[in-house]
């Protein structure tokens, strides 16, 4: 039984996941220089946009008044059509259903994750949706609003990673 604990938690595979890389990408810290930091073909998946470089957008997104947030086929149902419309790539889902209610869950995507923490006994839903690449998280707002029909999603906007690299000019 302990193998197959440590084989959930991906310890033990044989992937080179667990391998630090330090070659950074071609990336480098704001504090020094390196040409080509803006090249659009580069294979880093940062986002280069009004001259900043910055590793993804995480919208943390207050879903108020929403209906079916106790609902986990729902909730993945929604996690699903937000990939779909942002443009992401789905790797896994999973889910939580607790008693009497709630349910928290997690979609790690290629491009990151989004995940949920709800009360339904209030009609809220806490969730974040961060996205790296080409993918388009702010399409995830209409996505929440049709899924948990309420009109009230509220969005606050973090560029993760901003300023850590930085443009040479």
């Known amino acids: 039984m302990k193998d197959a604990s440590l084989f959930q938690l991906g310890i ?15 990336l480098v810290p704001a504090n020094t220089n390196a040409p080509g930091l803006f090249d659009e073909d580069r294979d880093d998946h940062f986002i280069r946009r009004d001259g900043k470089v910055y ?14 947030l106790d609902d986990e086929a729902r909730i993945q149902a929604a996690f699903r059509e937000i990939v779909e419309v942002c443009g992401a ?23 990151s994750h989004i995940s949920v923490h709800t009360w339904p006994e209030i009609g809220y839903g806490a969730f974040d949706v961060f996205m790296c690449g080409d993918a388009r998280p702010w399409l995830s707002v209409e996505v929440l609003k049709r899924a948990f029909a309420t009109d009230d999603v509220r969005a606050k906007e973090l560029l993760r990673g901003d300023g850590l690299v930085e443009a040479v000019q």
């Open 55 to 68: 590793a993804g957008t995480h919208l943390i997104l207050e879903v108020v008044d929403g209906t079916g």
């Open 89 to 111: 790539t789905l790797l896994h889902i999973h889910t939580h259903k607790f008693s009497p209610q709630g349910v928290s869950g997690v979609a790690v995507l290629a491009e």
């Open 12 to 26: 033990g595979l044989e992937t080179g996941a667990q391998t630090e890389d330090t070659d950074f990408g071609g």
